[in-house]
């Protein structure tokens, strides 16, 4: 897993710590249904959030801090724009506006943009009473006091949580009001092939305002003279109930991995990415075990890692804390199986997916 991926899931796991941590701070014990439901409520009270957060990431011995300048209307409207940086992933100046279906992300240094289409609003990052059940069940949420951001009062939330990265600990800052994260941080410890590293993700605000007035063209990104288009890429996405139904929709024949009897399918989806096909399962065991197939149209991409045989078939393993995958192509389409199986039980899963097996 690349350092942006990292930055991606360990974001996506404070999000969900901000809606158990603070369903908890109001009495009882964390219940995905009731934390679904007071997360939909109190966000959909806010109109528009408009502020200016730091965020700090450290990784390896080096940290980059980034300042943004953002206004948002939950729960498909933002924009964001770069104010100061020290470097690392964004330059002063670069900006991201999403609108519904659109996300437009623009290079100031380059005066370049790239649109991404899709016909799920900001790609379908919806946080649902069973993503959140899943979160809860593999941590520790505790509630720690008070304390003031940017002139607010604020919950402190704590969580210990153990990921398919490896282990993280967060402490969050949340509006108790609005229940909207004003701070954090998160400090993951992980596994990559067997050397230990740790990255710390930070955030707070400077200053915040609610149902604040913003432009009518606010969420619009019109393009400054001369800027390039360096690309356009559309999406879509479809989800089925069984890997016969997935198979038929794509434009590639599909078969299932030999796992474990213990485990079923969770979730089947097709995603059509500037016309190219990639379609995924996920197979989990009830508890914490999980296994995830992508099939897709093959591009070129480099393989970095241990190579290994199977059934006359090379692909290229490698493990990642708990996590292993196996990559390998056949002719013109890709395969990756990953999950938290042991390397000597993938391989024998990926078993029945091999080109050996399918041209027998």
């Known amino acids: 897993m690349g350092q942006s991926r990292l930055v991606v899931a360990t974001l996506a796991v404070t999000l969900l710590v901000v809606t158990a941590g603070c369903a908890a701070v109001g009495g009882g014990d964390p219940d995905p249904e009731r934390i679904a439901q007071q997360v ?16 700090t990431v450290e990784s390896d011995g080096n940290a980059n801090t980034t300042v943004r300048e953002y206004v948002k209307r939950p729960p498909n409207q933002s924009r964001s724009r770069v104010v100061e940086t020290d470097g690392g992933y964004a330059g002063a100046g670069d900006l991201i506006v999403r609108n519904e279906g659109e ?36 941590g520790d949420v505790s509630f720690a006091g008070t304390d003031t951001v940017a002139g607010r009062s604020v919950y402190v939330v704590e969580l210990t949580r153990e990921t ?110 500037n016309g190219n096909a990639t379609a995924s399962t996920v197979y989990t065991d009830g508890d914490d075990g999980s296994i995830r197939l992508s099939v897709t149209e093959a591009t070129e991409s480099r393989l970095d890692g241990e190579t290994v045989e199977i059934d006359g078939t090379t692909a290229t393993v490698r493990t990642f804390g708990n996590q292993t995958s196996l990559v390998w192509r056949c002719d013109d389409t890709r395969y990756s199986l990953s999950g938290t199986l042991d390397r000597d039980a993938l391989v024998d899963a990926a078993g029945p997916l091999v080109c050996a097996a399918s041209d027998g």
């Open 40 to 55: 939909q409520e109190r966000q959909g009270d806010i109109d528009v959030v408009r502020g200016v957060r730091v965020t």
């Open 164 to 273: 398919e990265y490896g282990t993280s600990n967060t402490t969050l800052k949340v509006d108790q009001e609005h229940w909207y994260p004003l701070a954090y941080e998160t400090t993951t410890v992980y596994e990559l092939d067997n050397e230990t590293v740790t990255t710390t993700i930070s955030m707070t605000h400077r200053n915040v305002s609610f149902d604040a007035e913003v432009a009518a063209d606010a969420f619009e990104f019109d393009p400054p003279a001369d800027a390039t288009l360096e690309r356009r890429t559309t999406f879509t996405t479809e989800e089925f109930d069984s890997v016969a139904a997935l198979e038929e929709a794509a434009p590639f024949e599909l078969s299932e991995p030999a796992l474990p009897d213990d485990y079923r399918l969770d979730t089947a989806r097709l995603v059509v990415t």
């Open 103 to 138: 996300f437009v992300s623009y290079d100031a240094s380059e005066n370049a943009y790239s649109v991404v289409e899709s016909d799920t609003p900001n790609g379908g990052q919806v946080v649902t009473a069973e993503t959140i059940n899943r979160t809860l069940s593999k």
